[in-house]
């Protein structure tokens, strides 16, 4: 494994790349927060603290809970209903 690199050695690529994964990965988590505090319980598969701990888990937690973890509400539109 390579050493690590400082932020000042890295390109200007790579700096805006991280940056952008860096606001992508906040608003994921944002957005699955103010979901699981909005959504009432009985939309939500499982418990709404273990969504929110979960929520923390870089990228997986909250792609998780968008994925599986909401239940789909009457008349809701998803990709398997359209076809």
């Known amino acids: 494994m ?3 690199k400082k932020w000042n050695e890295f390109s200007p ?4 790349g991280s940056i952008v994964a860096g606001i992508v990965q906040v608003t994921l988590l944002v957005a699955a927060l ?5 959504r009432p319980a009985e ?3 499982g418990r709404k603290g273990l969504w929110a701990v979960f929520a923390f ?19 809701e539109i ?3 209903s359209a076809a």
């Open 13 to 16: 690529a790579q700096k805006a």
């Open 57 to 75: 888990v870089n990228w997986i937690g909250p792609i998780s809970y968008f994925l599986f973890g909401r239940k789909q509400a009457a008349g």
């Open 2 to 4: 390579g050493q690590k």
């Open 43 to 45: 939309e939500i598969r």
């Open 34 to 38: 103010v979901d699981i505090r909005r």
């Open 78 to 80: 998803t990709s398997e």
